[in-house]
């Protein structure tokens, strides 16, 4: 039995005014600057399948995901158990649901994404070739620690670690990064999928 892969992206913009997520206040999307996307792999060897999906969102709570992955696999015919979706946690994306009092409930994105996530599915599988799999690993300081050890006993978000009363960052990052990749037969990448520890807020006050 040979392994066969297929790939598939989808660009998931919100609409222009939409709610932005990953802040404690209502932010909008005045322009958008890079696309959001659903990127999907997917890889079967005999009769086991897998589809993986990696979306540019804050996050999904497990009701819609469940819903989202039964919609994937009417339309893919991968068994919804066996597609994983995960989010790159992004604090520039849509507001899906609201974790803030005043922030709506995006019930018409949250549709549209659900069209969106079956019709990648559809094609990552109707794109399947013969492929190779493989993996590694490497080191790659994405993230950092943002929580820093005074010497009164008392930690902050951020702070200035030349300052003489500085004792530490309170936990450890995580600085390795993993690939695994997909090629067909001639060599020619189909997909990488990669996965490195950050939290992605350096546009956290943004409006784009």
Known sequence: MSVKAGA???VINPEIGDDLAG???RRFANYIR???EANFLYLTEGSEQMLLVSLDLLGIITPDGLEMREKMAAASGVPAEKILLCCTHTHSGPVL????????DNTAYRARLADWLADGAREAVASAVPARVGWGKGQAQIGFNRRLCWA???HTMYGEATRPDFTGLEGPDDPS???LYAVDESGKYLALVHNNSCHPVNLGGSDF
Do not use: M
Request: no cysteine; hydrophobic share 35%; proline share 9%.
């Open 34 to 36: 890079d696309d959001l």
């Open 97 to 104: 649901r609201p974790f803030i009092h005043d922030a709506p």
């Open 8 to 10: 598939a992206t989808r």
């Open 152 to 154: 009164d006993g008392t």
């Open 177 to 179: 990064h993993a690939i």
């Open 23 to 25: 802040q404690l206040h």
